[in-house]
């Protein structure tokens, strides 16, 4: 059996995770920590994580999981020091989620290698949470084995999710226990849809996403087939473990329950739509239509601001198949595409590294998903079968990530759909290290890139230095390749068309990214006006550096707070440096994507803490919880719903789990007996939801014994709220806007849908009117309005903001100091005005039009 041992610089991190494995491995898995120091303090020490190897060994190998630094030093050391003859694997696997993930199929008798690679593959459950999600089953999972090379399906069950959360690890790791028993081959799909994972893997299973009343499909083969599934049948009905879920009443174990739960989203289609071309055109594009006229304008989404005039460059490269070549041997190849995943898992963490260098830690995390999916079975399963029957490595890697990437874009969420680029971003790596090029060839001398859609890895390898802007006939502003964009200061419009790729190589272009459009070859005043344009933006945002921790004092006296949106710890600091005045909304939930449990009390207190001293006596809005059904975390299922966005989400699924709620508040109070706090409660739409919400809050009090100040406030997403602004006013303290959501629900247009995007660009007049709303509502009670969406900061709207009465504005940290130099350009008098005027115009790049003239 494999042993596994746990090293940490810290001995009760280490015991901790110990213990959560024993969980899924049970007692007759070797599971051995090795943390700290002799003395107790906090470090790692080869010696004992040589001894925790040699009482973890068993004969079957051992595999070491390490947290950081030093920890990996100390188990290489170890290995060189061993005595030992048995084997033993160092894993570059998340130290908690992979040591479940190993525990669970170790004791099932896994090899070495099989438990090493289902620790790698547990980064799929993060990498879900980072906004580029790892294929699950069903929806890009594993893939069934070919029938050509798998044995025939011999039985097959069908079995109803009956515990209440569905297949989280332990439920999971009964199954993975129970394959192990048998001589079959055991695999599970969600009904209703064909791509089947292994019942040996713990990961598989939990990216299945199987909760309360999904029906799951389950298939044998092997001489113990049947015997399998007899035992699936008996441990589903015992709800794995885990008992029965109560429906409207309690369901006796071994009952039938439906087959789906009333309002489940139907399944995703057994068999995906075709794929379709990705990444950028090759260098001479197909010309199925005349290039643009000279003076066309070309209307897209803009994604990064600023303003380009440069000649146009197709980013070279193809999303074509490999060229193909003789195979030389599944060994071979083998090696091959091994390689090949190893060069390209070398050049995503250059890409990663290169924007935390940059102070983008958020973007950066797009590449920690890409690393996940260099492991998923997902790839992994359908290229060695291809391996197998004879194909090259190149080609078996290119097959797999379109298949995968073809589901995602088969889906019917917007923004699981663009979770397609990822994959194939992730596919083109491995195939352009195997063939030894990588056919992305980025400008030699100045040029605005041209290309259909641009991956994340395109977008980190693009030098701003020569590429002047981006210009993509599809994406939305919320793909990955646009955050990067933005992060990298490059001007970008997404989404023009088709009508792009036939604009010929070296055509001069204008590139307007506070607008969203593209003129083809525009003639010399245009390209003189944009020119100048540019430049007098570059000199205006070194200059607003230069005074980003002044104040945003408008000429006529009045401040207006500017301060930052967070999404991690690690980027408060770098706010402040970049003159932000405290924190608008802090995102908790970076609490829980960490987690594969619900994170305690002394847990989120404690990151809360970390975050409250670096702003160094600033003020920080802590909002709660924002989840729901299409985007649940690890720790929190939650039962699908066939329209998220108007479902339990918000408040609503914190008060559906009042515990959950108080656990937040509870911290929240502790750190504001220290630090200057404020909390308020998202997707607020009812009197009576601000009433229980502050009653739970009123039971946290208690419970802690805190009577801190700590001011209450609601975020203003949807209609209703702006509406019954005065009457919500009554019993909290203040209202910040997301106009992100806001302008969604108003403009019934959903944020990731490009087909509908032009609705959701710039401060739409009906928009700006809900925001004089709110602020009416609140003056009426005395209350102050903020706002924290993307209106926030951009310039001219933020302007239209202030002269509606916002007093506070929230931003990413990068547009700080922009806004504040917008602010004290203007007398506030003149925004009053010229919003008034922008209440009454018909369209949102008008009413931005009026400010940015004051500007």
């Known amino acids: 059996m494999v042993g596994l041992v746990i090293v940490s610089h810290s001995a009760e991190l280490a015991e901790g995770v110990v213990e959560l494995a024993r969980q899924m491995g049970g007692e007759e898995v070797p599971i051995e920590p090795a943390g700290g120091l002799d003395d107790g303090s906090v470090g790692t020490d080869a010696a004992r994580v040589q001894a925790a190897i040699e009482r973890a060994s068993a004969g079957g190998g051992v595999l070491v999981l390490m947290d950081l630094g030093s920890a990996l030093m100390s188990a290489e050391m170890a290995t060189e020091m061993l005595e030992t003859g048995d084997r033993v694997l160092l894993s570059e696997a998340p130290l908690v989620e992979g040591a479940v993930a190993a525990a669970a199929v170790a004791r099932g008798g896994a090899s070495l290698e099989e438990v090493a690679a289902e620790a790698r593959g547990a980064l799929a459950m993060k990498a879900s949470q980072l906004g580029a999600e790892a294929p699950q089953a069903g929806d890009g999972g594993p ?24 297949l989280h690890a332990r439920p999971a790791a009964q199954v993975v226990e129970l394959a192990a028993r048998f001589d079959a081959d055991l695999r599970l799909s969600k009904a209703g849809n064909g791509r089947k994972v292994s019942a040996r893997s713990l990961t598989g299973l939990m990216t299945l996403g199987a909760r309360l009343g999904d029906e799951l499909v389950a298939s044998a083969s092997g001489p113990q087939a049947r015997e399998a599934l007899a035992a699936l049948e008996s441990l589903a009905a015992e709800g794995f473990g885990e008992g029965v879920a109560a429906a409207g009443g309690s369901t006796p174990a071994g009952a039938t329950a439906p087959a789906a739960a009333p309002g489940a989203r139907p399944a995703a289609p057994a068999k995906p739509a ?34 380009a005039v440069a000649p146009a460059h197709h980013l070279g490269g193809s999303a074509a198949a490999p060229p193909e070549r003789k195979a030389e041997g599944a060994a071979a190849e083998s090696e091959r595409l091994e390689r090949g995943r190893v060069a390209a898992r070398a050049a995503i963490e250059h890409d990663r590294e290169r924007l935390l260098a940059r102070g983008a830690a958020a973007e950066a995390a797009i590449f920690s998903a890409h690393v996940a999916l260099l492991d998923d079975e997902a790839l992994l399963e359908p290229a060695r079968a291809a391996l197998e029957r004879g194909a090259t490595a190149e080609r078996a890697w290119f097959d797999a990530a379109e298949e995968a990437a073809s589901t995602y874009r088969a889906l019917a969420d917007p923004l699981l759909r663009e979770r397609a680029m990822d994959v194939e971003d992730v596919g083109r790596r491995v195939v352009a290290a195997i063939v030894g090029k990588d056919g992305r060839r980025g400008p030699s001398e100045e040029a605005i890139v041209i290309a259909a859609e641009l991956t994340p890895a395109d977008a980190a390898a693009l030098d701003p230095k020569l590429v002047r802007g981006i210009a993509t006939a599809r994406g939305t502003p919320t793909a990955h390749a646009a955050i990067l964009a933005r992060a990298l200061e490059i001007p970008a419009v997404v989404g023009l068309g088709d009508a792009l790729l036939a604009v010929d190589e070296a055509t001069p272009l204008l590139l307007d990214g506070d607008e969203g459009s593209v003129r083809v070859d525009p003639d010399a005043e245009a390209r003189r006006s944009a020119l100048q344009r540019a430049e007098r933006s570059a000199a205006r945002r070194a200059a607003a550096r230069e005074r980003a921790l002044e104040p945003a004092v408008t000429r006529d006296g009045t401040r207006i707070e500017v301060v930052a949106n967070l999404d991690e710890p690690d980027d408060a600091a770098a706010a402040v440096k970049l003159g932000a005045e405290g924190v608008g909304l802090l995102r908790t939930e970076f609490l829980f994507l960490d987690h594969p449990t619900l994170p305690t009390e002394d847990e989120q207190a404690a990151r809360l803490a970390e975050i409250a001293r670096a702003l160094d006596g600033r003020p920080l809005i802590v909002r709660t919880l924002d989840a729901g059904a299409d985007k649940p975390l690890p ?32 911290a929240i109070l502790r750190v504001a007996a220290d630090h200057p706090m404020r909390v308020m409660f998202p997707m607020v739409a ?38 019954s602004s005065e009457h919500l006013g009554r019993h909290v303290d203040f209202f910040s806007i997301g106009t992100n959501d806001l302008t969604q629900y108003t403009m019934a247009a959903e944020r990731g849908n490009e087909r509908v995007g032009a609705l959701l660009a710039g401060p739409h007049p009906s928009v700006l009117r809900l925001v004089r709303e709110t602020v009416e509502g609140g003056k009426a009670n005395g209350r102050w309005v903020g706002v924290c969406g993307e209106l926030a900061g951009d310039p001219p709207a933020a302007v239209l903001l202030a002269g509606l009465g916002v007093t506070e504005l929230s931003m990413a940290p990068p547009l700080v100091p922009e806004v504040k130099a917008a602010l004290r350009s203007v007398a506030l008098a003149d925004a009053r005005a010229v919003a008034s005027r922008a209440l009454d115009v018909e369209r949102a790049d008008e009413a931005r039009q009026l400010a940015a003239a004051l500007l």
Do not use: H, K, W, Y
């Not at 950028?280 to 303003?307: D, M, T």
């Not at 946290?700 to 209703?720: F, K, S, W, Y």
């Open 635 to 666: 720790s929190l299922p939650m039962e699908p719903e066939d329209n998220p966005f108007l479902g339990v989400r918000g408040i609503r699924l914190s008060l559906n789990r009042p515990e959950l709620l108080a656990t937040q508040l509870r």
């Open 686 to 723: 009812t009197v009576a939801e601000v009433q229980a919400a502050l009653a739970v809050l009123r039971d946290a009090r208690a419970e802690t014994g805190v009577d801190a100040p700590l001011e209450t406030g609601i975020m203003v997403e949807v209609p209703a709220a702006a509406l």
């Open 274 to 307: 075709a794929p379709t071309s990705t990444g950028a055109e090759p260098a001479a594009p197909p010309q199925a239509a005349p290039p643009p006229s000279p003076g066309a304008v070309l209307a897209g989404i803009a994604a990064s601001a600023g303003v």
């Open 143 to 166: 893939a069934e084995p070919p029938a050509s090379e798998a044995a025939p399906s011999e039985a097959e069950a069908r079995v109803s999710v009956l515990n209440e959360i569905g």
